[in-house]
């Protein structure tokens, strides 16, 4: 479904919650409020494809965009004007997209002036939401902090929804401060429970939540079944083997260095990069090297649904993240994991996290140029009939059909647990 823009004069009857024996029931025909640091129109990250899974299970979404001030790109989306109007799209059959008024610098960071700043904005921020709620007849039975600790001042506004912190990357991702640590903590002894992508990331906040739980990523096998036989037009003139990275090249989580001598140690393989850049001022004399290899080849960024195109047409597929970031091992086992894995190629990482013990035989870890260059030799010769069939059962196992499965029986199981103390 295409985004379509509602109307002021839609107006609907707000529900009375569930009681009875459907207040145990949860993400079935549910109300969900997801709030969010991301901007529906950036590149497609956890904080987008969950809220759709659930949607597409039979849930009613409503998901809050960031606000532009301080951590959107709002001259180039956009976003002020649609933050100033209070727009509400539907890009989904039951998800609805809302943008929050604007925000102001420092609200994030945590300490007396990001308290103060946010106690100023939270009264605009809720009747943005409620109006919002009304339109839609909503009402939350589920409310959801993708990666916004800092926003856990607004559960008061929904004391009657169970609360959920999502944490999918290290907060702050190495600009939090010490006061905005302190403020996630507290945002997870106020939630239900907390849901965190990575173990590393489980263990630093089960310290302030025993409800604190492992939620991997996760691959939607309908879109890769859907699309995977796409081919790109533009593989016709970039040469085999190919080995394959999609999404954000962001140059402080990405190894330039290490590619661009894999790349001069192996002219015959094609490195191919597909997604938007992200560069800071400090790596950008580095990516001139890196496009200048006649072997690198960046063509931008695509669109979701063509995604599994340029991944089946790999031979191989890469995570090339730096090992001098201490942010990275905080990612885990990154988004395109299990992507990746229900294509069946191998895939080379470098050793920046710690991985799951039942997923590394299904990975080649290798550390430096020469070994990344060893490595591919491997990958590309190797014959193994099975190899590719139990990658793609790896990730059929590990669906979003599965992870709600998975947040059912946590959520649901609370619930009982605490009817019956």
């Known amino acids: 479904m295409g985004t379509e823009i509602l109307e002021s004069k839609e107006r609907f009857e707000t529900p009375s919650r569930p009681s009875g024996p459907d207040a145990f029931k949860h993400l079935r025909d549910d109300d969900i409020l997801v709030l969010t640091e991301q901007h529906w129109d950036a590149p497609k990250r956890i904080a987008h494809k969950m809220p759709i899974a659930w949607a597409e299970a039979g849930n009613r979404v409503l998901w809050i965009e960031g606000a532009p001030f301080p951590v959107q790109d709002w001259r180039r989306r956009g976003q002020l004007r649609r933050s100033l109007r209070g727009c509400l799209m539907q890009p989904h059959e039951r998800l609805w997209v809302g943008s929050a008024p604007p925000a102001l610098p420092w609200m994030h960071k945590g300490g007396v002036r990001g308290n103060w700043l946010r106690a100023w904005h939270r009264p605009a921020m809720v009747l943005r939401i409620q109006r919002y709620l009304k339109r839609l007849g909503m009402a939350p039975k589920l409310v959801v902090l ?250 059929r196992r590990n669906t979003y059909r599965q992870r709600i499965d998975q947040q059912r029986a946590l959520l649901e199981g609370m619930v009982m647990k605490e009817s019956r103390q």
């Open 146 to 395: 993708m990666q916004m600790a800092m926003r856990h001042d607004l559960l008061d506004a929904f004391p009657r929804a169970t609360s959920v912190y999502y944490c999918h990357d290290l907060f702050g991702y190495g600009a939090a401060t010490k006061p905005a640590f302190d403020e996630e903590a507290e945002c997870c002894r106020r939630v239900h429970q907390v849901w965190a992508t990575s173990e590393i990331q489980r263990q630093r906040l089960a310290a302030f939540n025993s409800r604190t739980y492992l939620m991997p990523h996760a691959v939607d096998e309908r879109w890769w079944d859907h699309h995977c036989n796409e081919r790109p037009t533009e593989y016709s003139s970039i040469g085999r083997p190919r080995i394959v990275f999609t999404g954000v090249v962001q140059t402080e989580k990405i190894d330039l260095e290490l590619l661009i001598e894999a790349a001069r140690l192996r002219p015959n393989v094609s490195f191919v990069f597909v997604g938007p850049h992200q560069i800071r001022p400090a790596e950008e004399a580095l990516m001139r090297r890196a496009r200048q290899a006649k072997n690198l080849h960046w063509l931008g960024e695509r669109r979701v649904e063509q995604l599994p195109g340029y991944i089946a047409g790999a031979d191989v597929l890469m995570l090339p993240y730096r090992l001098d970031d201490p942010n990275t091992p905080y990612i885990g086992q990154s988004l395109k994991f299990f992507e990746y894995m229900i294509s069946g190629k191998p895939v080379i990482v470098t050793p920046y996290t710690r991985f799951a013990a039942d997923v590394q035989d299904f990975i080649t870890i290798a550390e430096g140029a020469a070994a990344w260059a060893e490595a591919l030799d491997t990958t590309v010769t190797d014959r193994d009939p099975g190899a590719a069939a139990r990658r793609e059962a790896l990730a």
